[in-house]
């Protein structure tokens, strides 16, 4: 399997993207760009043969340099809320970009996915890295990352983090792809089996109170495999305030969910190390034209973004998401498919 790279056009200042590509016997092929680490394209078999592309994307650089959703991006250094734009680390208060009304999201205005990585094949993988320098988005520390795609012959895309500092600083990485297992239109269909028997309450920002809440009896339980529509628009405040599900769940385990497209058959399983994963119905993805002219918009993507809790450094008792000087960190979420 080799690691082709080739020429994605440029940015509105003129500086060239490149897309590598990686795919296996099976014809399942995965693009991810150097601007942001994103994953472009995810081409995996569909049940009448035909390779579908099952994330959102863009067909230029210039589409992704002035979105603002994230598609498909490797986040950092923290993804999702951290409450109030600031945080306090050994004695010092950081204040960090208001990007999200008064909350700081998926590492400010300029995080990950809007630096450039440098990327270099690594046998049949694509290893990217970059330095994020002390003070990068007020952030403390020198880090050093690294993020390796894998494909296998069995359609198992692997995503593995690594990352070093040389000061305390909060780190919290993720992989932003939005899916459609059946290529195109409502995901409402999609029947989804989630593995957590809590999930973390929101206020009206979408921002973690620090209280967990159990999925029994309400319409957050997917402990066994439904429709996503089948309780979206319930009366329930945290989907009220939502507008629909984007809520993080407490894993109980390695396991963290299974997705099935109805047209095409399509199973994703998506497995991590990591406590936490987000489930969100792109309720807000206002409408885009993306790959092939195609337009897409609210509730024709899910996301299921494997991380740390959302505002751990403000909520009691939540994992800790600080990597201290010396320290290694290492995470991998792994995105499988077959057919059902």
Known sequence: ???????????????????????????TSVIVLDYGATIQSLRVPAKDGTLVDVVLGYDSAEEYE???DYLGATIGRVANRIGGAAFSLNGRRYELAKNDGENHLHGGFCGFDKRFWRMAAQGDSLLCWRTSPDGEENYP???EIRVLFSLSEDNRLSISYDADTDADTPLNMTNHSYFNL?????????????????????????????RLLPVEGTAFDFRREKEISADINADDEQLVLAGGYDHNYVLA??????????????????????PGVQLYTANMLGERIGKGGRTFGPREAFCLETQLFPNAMNCWGFPSPILHAGEHMHSETVYSFRLR
């Open 66 to 68: 002035r979105s603002g």
């Open 182 to 210: 059946n290529g195109s239109g409502s995901i409402l269909s999609h029947c989804l089996q989630l593995f957590a028997e809590r999930f973390c309450e929101n206020d009206a920002g979408c921002l973690p109170t620090g």
């Open 253 to 274: 385990g390695r396991k963290a969910a299974v997705v099935c497209g109805d047209r095409t058959g399509i199973e994703l399983t998506v497995e991590t190390d990591l």
């Open 141 to 143: 520390g020198n880090l």
């Open 1 to 27: 399997m080799a690691v082709e790279f080739s020429p994605f056009g440029r940015l509105s200042d003129g500086r060239p993207v490149t897309a590598a590509c990686l795919t296996n016997r099976a014809g």
